[in-house]
């Protein structure tokens, strides 16, 4: 068990308003990540960082942002949502072994329905 | 494009067989590669990993061998059980580059049957 909490576990939303999700780690690791799985699609990295207020982009970050102000604490917000955003989006964090963080472990998930 | 291919989308295999899950890379800078599991509902589980430096890493009833020169690896399930019906994930990454990031497959549906 990494110590890792996804909340809210579910939501549905409606089209075009912002959407917040946190990702919250007990055990103080460097690296987070979100990433989202769609159906075809396996795990696509959204936004990932690599300490406090220092966050980069995946490959599928348009529309999403996301804040680190805590150690402990990575929320991925959608700014105004939109349909193609449904999805379950899962935050992990990054264990480094012989460099960086070559190994993660990831949090339970969060679904979001966007009508 | 796709770095990443599991290309069988689902496997069947019997109870007490042996369970062979495949995948296939581009990317001549991997180094690490990780298998997950995931059950529905649930978060990927991390299962086995093997370093470029090797050809084989074994985990209880998990083998993971990986040919470099043909881009390959493969995932062995010996004895299969029934709990292990689950996706499988290949994640590759290069440690050299950016932060340990993963690239996921698509993943292949283990099915074990009595």
């Known amino acids: 068990d990494a110590g890792i909490t996804q909340s809210p576990r579910h939501k549905v939303t409606e089209t075009g308003t912002p959407v917040t999700l946190r990702c919250h780690q007990t055990e103080n690791h460097r690296y987070m990540y979100w990433y989202r799985q769609d159906p075809g699609h396996g795990l696509r990295l959204i936004h990932y960082s690599y300490g406090v207020k220092d966050t980069d982009k995946g490959e599928v970050s348009d529309g999403y942002s996301v804040s680190r102000s805590k150690t402990e604490d990575f929320l991925l917000t959608l700014e105004s949502a939109t349909s193609s955003q449904t999805s379950v989006y899962f935050c992990?964090?990054?264990?480094?072994?012989?460099?960086?963080?070559?190994?993660?472990?990831f949090g339970p998930g969060t679904r979001l329905t966007v009508l | 494009d796709q770095q990443v291919k599991q290309n069988s989308p689902s496997l069947s295999v019997q109870e007490g067989r042996i369970s062979i899950l495949n995948c296939d890379y581009t990317n001549s800078m991997f180094d690490y590669f990780l298998w997950y599991k995931k059950y529905p509902a649930e978060g990927p589980t991390f299962l086995i990993s093997?370093?470029?430096?090797?050809d084989k890493n074994e985990d209880g009833r998990f083998t993971v061998f990986l040919n470099k020169s043909a881009k390959h690896l493969s995932l062995h399930i010996v004895p299969s059980q029934p709990g292990d019906s689950a996706v499988y994930f290949c994640a590759p990454c290069d440690r050299g580059s950016t932060l340990g990031r993963l690239y996921f497959g698509r993943g292949t549906q283990l099915t074990v049957w009595p």
């Open positions: 992990a964090i990054g264990i480094a072994g012989l460099a960086v963080a070559d190994t993660q472990y």
């Open positions: 093997i370093s470029s430096i090797k």
